[in-house]
């Protein structure tokens, strides 16, 4: 049999290292819109977090395999349809993810100074078209939307010392900017309580523990929780212990003189809901944001935040929207539910298209770690193997593969990159990084990408 996947980063590469594990014949071929493969682990991952990158030795073991091919610089969707690849293959599995944020919904969302975190991380993790972001790093105060890891990860960023930074991957452009950065405060704000926060207790720690930066929490946001805990799952019990603890610390109590002194602070605001981003008097910058403070209905990860009708007024010149990523509709061929930013599947079976696939973010939403994508990819990756097995896909029927696709993209002036011209990229970006004592120097533009490997 023939399969597809369309997407290189980890919904992609596990569904495809499952069907190679478990079926002998397989061959599958990996179609990928950037040059270079590997999605969040390449993009979204911290560049602080280089452990959490390595499954990146795995995929690649996975690619070279001789039952698969990678083909980048491909867009599903433009360059050849979902519909072509049905043609071609037996089995079409998409697994590319969510490359869209939700948006606020608020007046004054557009101001210079406003961006998503997805697009923030893009710019200091490489991704080519975050590259020319500008965020305004001149003002004191930068506020965070949202209570999740990213939104921890974008903090740490913004108040990270540099020698620390400079070892890691992030790009060149982005250290240069933070280098310059005045941000010494950041608040990370969220519309509910501290039993709703999203992010781990692992990010948590290593925010608190970051040099040169202290926590500033509000012993008065904790309040009673000691006893609403007590019987909340191990996580959230320990997670927040910790705030509390953290909450409740006198500045050089077990607080090192140097932290006490830190030049850079942090701290969660909860029970906010942005209502408006406030501009300078010409109109165009972020000065501030007005926040709807709220009260919670219910109890626990349900609990809804209603507006109290009081008002508070932040003042900050960035404002960093975490409120999550969003899948976008690929093909008017393949069903999609924008109301919820997922393909419509049961164990990763598009509904009402035989031999269509889903996994990862697409399939379920933009939430969880890398192991909840492999876990979710392997659960598609069993449903095509099923169906292979009981003739639900007619594998008997010839498929052509990539060679009835090489033909349409030639026709239409695409040239695709294969994963050992990815190898020759790699190869360029770890030595540029070692010049500069890093363990890579990305590149950032495709077209020199593409100039590299002589397309």
């Known amino acids: 049999p023939r399969l597809c996947v369309v997407g290189s980063g980890p919904a992609g590469f596990y569904t495809a290292q499952h069907i190679l594990k478990h079926h002998g014949g397989a061959r599958v071929d990996i179609y990928e819109k950037l040059p270079v493969p590997f999605g969040l682990v390449r993009f979204g991952v911290a560049p602080d977090h280089p452990e959490v990158k390595n499954v990146i030795n795995a995929f690649t073991q996975t690619a070279r395999s001789e039952r698969c091919a990678y083909y980048g610089n491909v867009t599903v969707g433009r360059d050849v349809t979902v519909a072509e690849l049905q043609q071609a293959y037996h089995a079409v599995v998409l697994s590319y993810g969510a490359e869209d944020n939700r948006v606020l919904g608020i007046p004054g969302e557009n101001l210079s100074g406003v961006h998503s975190a997805r697009a923030f991380v893009g710019w200091y993790n490489g991704l080519p078209e975050n590259r020319d972001l500008k965020p305004d790093l001149s003002c004191e105060t930068a506020l965070i939307l949202g209570h999740g890891n990213v939104a921890l990860d974008v903090a740490r960023i913004l108040l990270s010392p540099l020698p620390l930074l400079r070892k890691t991957d992030i790009t060149a452009g982005s250290l240069a900017a933070l280098a310059c950065s005045k941000v010494k405060r950041v608040w990370l704000v969220g519309r509910r309580g501290p039993l709703q926060v999203a992010f781990t207790i692992k990010e948590l720690r290593e925010m608190i523990n970051l040099p040169g930066a202290r926590p500033v929490l509000n012993p008065a946001d904790f309040a009673g929780l000691e006893n609403a805990i007590k019987d909340a799952p191990r996580p959230r019990k320990r997670l927040t212990e910790l705030m509390i603890k953290t909450a409740l610390e006198k500045p050089g109590e077990k607080m090192t003189e140097v932290q006490a002194a830190a030049p850079r602070e942090w701290g969660l605001k909860f029970q906010c809901s942005p209502q408006e981003v406030l501009a300078t008097a010409d109109g165009r910058q972020a000065r501030g944001v007005r926040m709807a403070l709220t009260r919670l209905e219910g109890s626990g990860d349900s609990a809804k935040a209603v507006p109290t009708g009081d008002v508070e007024e932040l003042e900050c010149g960035l404002v960093l ?53 492999m876990n979710d990819s392997f659960d598609t990756a069993q449903s095509v193997l099923e169906d292979l097995q009981v003739g639900v896909l007619d594998a008997s029927a010839s498929r052509e ?55």
């Open 401 to 455: 593969g990539f060679g009835a696709v090489e033909s349409i993209l030639h026709s239409r002036g695409v040239r695709p990159v294969s994963f050992s011209d990815w190898e020759k990229i790699d190869a360029a970006e770890v030595a540029r990084g070692k010049a500069a004592g890093k363990p890579r120097e990305k590149i950032v533009d495709p077209q020199e990408m593409l100039r590299l490997i002589g397309h």
């Open 321 to 373: 929207s975490s409120i999550g990523y969003r899948s976008l509709p690929l093909d008017p061929a393949v069903p999609f539910d924008s109301q919820r930013g997922v393909i419509p599947n049961s164990s990763g079976r598009v509904e009402g298209v035989p031999g269509l696939y889903c996994s990862g973010w697409v399939k379920r939403g933009p939430t969880g770690v890398i192991i909840t994508t």
